[in-house]
Structure formats: structure tokens, C-alpha cells
């Protein structure tokens, strides 16, 4: 069946709009409900910020992990709500005397949010009970809402070559998905370069995607300029019920100058994962981050752990040093 994601929450950073009290964080990609500081007779909860649910049928699916500490439980309670104005109805209830639910990765737990269709709503993680003690943790590790729409076009990204030279040019696609239950087709698509703002294509897609399936636009773009910048794509289709998806996520091109590189890299950082990326969730060396962007670039570079003693040949040297250590 095809589905729109219309709502998501990964926690790869604290995200805005969230309000947590008590023993409730923010840690590593997840938000969890830890035992410390102990606090006896306690009613935390962990709010979402709010959520429009279109009025189509959707669906709540989460990953978490209910860890308790079975010498000490008595009454403590894991719940979910669903906040609608005045009114907040529980759609999830667990008591941890029954011992763990899910898995160390996350269980997946399903919700439909049929009732709440048309409605603005918050969602509320409460745990209370007689002490945190008796809870290791609970851990969120996602969330999102789902909807089947009609009609629902989904820009992915654009593809194609990530340097060109002015004057010359190149072939860029946009592929596409049909997010929706019904066939699409004969829809536009534009696409925008993001340095200039410009619209620098525009195709009409004739075929057919059926439901759930993918096509691809394909874009002649000659630039004149020198410069950097991104390529993106949007859709243009009346019948659209869900919007928000229509804008690709940008494509890198760097429209080449003609200069020869001589770069070298110098990574200084004693080897340790210190620069969080939010598009992956993860932490990696801050000469990662370098290296992706000199490659997307097209420029070719040299990469050293210890510093040459003549510079000479190099035109532009690059050095990392966010957490070198003397020890």
C-alpha cells in the first residue's frame, strides 16, 4: 500500500517544539526516559509539538524499548496519549511489573489515528508510578504518522553529474513517487537552481506511475556562469492533497572555473568522532565532512596525517584540529 509520511521525529538532535519534565531526555538519536535521579512518587511526561492529522485515514508507528528493573516495580506505568484540544485520549498502556517490551533496537507499536482525522494534536509519552528506580529505561527511538492520500506526488531528488563546465553543461533527472492510491500522470515538473533561484527546466511527465511506484524526469541545463550551487525539483500538480513533499532535496553542482587544484588535507584530529551529522544520525571525524564536500565538488586533493615540510606545490591547505590530543 502507498503512504505519505506526513509527520517523522528521529531525535537526531534535541528537536524544537518538544516539552519534557522530569527523568525524560534527549540522548544519541532517541528520547528516553531514564531512572536517575531517583524520584519517588513520580508522573513524568515527554509532549510533541503539534501535529496537523489530515482528514484521510493515518496511522502512529514508533520504535521503543521498555527496560525495567523487576526487584523494585510495583505500579510504575508507561502510557501515550493523544492530545486534541481539551480532550486526551490513551492509546497505549503498559505495566512494567509485566517485564520488557520490545527490544534493545526498538519494538514497533501501531496506532490508528482515525479519530483524529482533521485534527491538530500533540502526542504525550507519560510514565508515572512509585519510583524510578524500577525503570532502567524507556526509550523512544522514532516516530511518524503515516496517511493514504488520493492524490499525493512525492519529489525525491534530483541526480546527475555534480560538476560541469559553462557553456557545456549537462542531463539531470528527478525522480519521482506516487505517494498516493490513485495513477498519476501528466503533471509538471520544474527545476530551480538554488544559488540564483532561477527555474532552469520545466517537463511535462506523459507516463503512467501506478501506486507505490517511482518514475524519472529527465533535464538539459546549460549554465553560463561560474559558481556553486544546488539543483532541486518541484511538482506542479493541482490535484495534489499533500504539498509539503512536492520539493526535492537539493543536488550539489559546482559549475568548474577554469583553475588548477592543489589542495591538501590535513587531518589533525587524533582519529575521533566528534562532528554530529543530522543525515545520518551519527558522529564521524570532522575530515568526513571535508572530504564529502571536496568530492561532490570535483576537486581533486591530497590527504596527510602529519604536515609536510614545503607547501609550496599547494595552493589551498585544509587542516582539522577540533579535538587533537597531546596525550
Known amino acids: 500500500m502507498s503512504q505519505t509520511v506526513i509527520w517523522e521525529e528521529s531525535f537526531g538532535s534535541a528537536p524544537p517544539g518538544w516539552s519534557i519534565e522530569g527523568n525524560w531526555a534527549f ?11 531517583v524520584v519517588e512518587n513520580f ?10 492529522i489530515p482528514a484521510f485515514p493515518s496511522e502512529l508507528s514508533l520504535n521503543q524499548f521498555i527496560d525495567p528493573y523487576l526487584t523494585g516495580v510495583t505500579n510504575e506505568t508507561c502510557e501515550i496519549w493523544v492530545i486534541s484540544g481539551d480532550q486526551q485520549t ?46 532502567w529505561n524507556w526509550t523512544i527511538y522514532n516516530a511518524s504518522i503515516t496517511t493514504n492520500f488520493e492524490n499525493d506526488l512525492c519529489a525525491i531528488e534530483v541526480n546527475g553529474p555534480s560538476n560541469v563546465l559553462p557553456g557545456v ?76 513533499n512536492n520539493r526535492s532535496k537539493g543536488f550539489f553542482v559546482r559549475i568548474e572555473p577554469p583553475v588548477e587544484h592543489h589542495v591538501l588535507l590535513w587531518d589533525n584530529d587524533n582519529d575521533i568522532a566528534t562532528i554530529y551529522n543530522d543525515e545520518t544520525g551519527q558522529k564521524e571525524q570532522a575530515n568526513v565532512g571535508i572530504e564529502n564536500a571536496l568530492y561532490l565538488a570535483g576537486i581533486p586533493y591530497i590527504k596527510v596525517n602529519s604536515l609536510p615540510d614545503d607547501l609550496s ?10 579535538s587533537y590530543c597531546l596525550s
Not at 544519541?28 to 535521579?37: D, H, I, K, R
Not at 559558481?227 to 490535484?239: F, H, K, P
Open 43 to 52: 508522573d513524568f511526561s515527554a509532549i510533541s509539538p503539534e501535529i496537523q
Open 90 to 135: 490513551m492509546i497505549f498502556s503498559y505495566e512494567i511489573i509485566n517485564g520488557t517490551w520490545g527490544d534493545m533496537g526498538g519494538g514497533l507499536f501501531t496506532q490508528s489515528l482515525e479519530p483524529f482525522a482533521g485534527q491538530t494534536v500533540q502526542l504525550r509519552f507519560r510514565t508515572w508510578g512509585a519510583s524510578t528506580n524500577s525503570l
Open 313 to 322: 606545490d599547494f595552493n589551498l591547505v585544509i587542516c582539522t584540529m577540533g
Open 27 to 37: 540522548d544519541n538519536g532517541s528520547m528516553l526516559f531514564y531512572y536517575y535521579p
Open 169 to 244: 553543461g549537462g542531463s539531470w533527472y528527478a525522480s519521482i513517487k506516487n505517494a498516493g492510491q490513485l495513477p498519476q500522470s501528466d503533471f509538471l515538473v520544474r527545476l530551480f537552481s538554488y544559488k540564483t533561484g532561477e527555474q532552469v527546466g520545466e517537463e511535462t511527465y506523459t507516463g503512467i506511475i501506478n501506486a507505490g511506484e517511482f518514475g524519472e524526469v529527465n533535464f538539459e541545463w546549460v549554465p553560463q556562469d561560474y559558481q556553486n550551487t544546488s539543483l532541486y525539483c518541484v511538482i506542479d500538480e493541482v490535484n495534489d492533497e499533500f504539498t509539503a
